[in-house]
């Protein structure tokens, strides 16, 4: 079973699994793990990455951790979306 993580189209899957979670549960979490897979299947469906499992496995784990760094730096935190309201619209 560990062999199937150095085949693309797993990887493929993957990612396509995860863009489906990201829908259903919109977090951004997801997408870096969307990012990580897609670039795994690039990276082994070129042939330019010839992992041994544990070695795809840390190597997905680190390009979606880059994933979702990248896209917090670009698309800013939640938090910031958040607009505090100070003065009621009833108060005269």
Do not use: H
């Not at 693309?8 to 977090?27: L, N, S, T």
């Not at 042939?47 to 680190?62: D, E, H, Q, R």
């Not at 990248?70 to 910031?80: K, Q, T």
């Amino acid at each position: 079973m560990i062999v199937w993580l150095t085949v693309w189209w797993v990887w493929a899957a993957i990612a396509i699994a995860a863009v489906i979670v990201e829908v259903i549960f919109p977090a951004f979490v997801f997408l870096g793990f969307t990012i990580g897979g897609a670039i795994m299947a690039l990276l082994i469906g070129l042939g330019l990455l010839s992992p041994t499992p544990a070695w795809a496995v840390l190597v997905f784990a680190l390009l979606s951790l880059a994933g979702y760094i990248g896209l917090r730096l670009a698309l800013g935190n939640p938090r910031e979306q958040v607009k505090i309201i100070t003065r009621d619209i009833n108060d005269n």
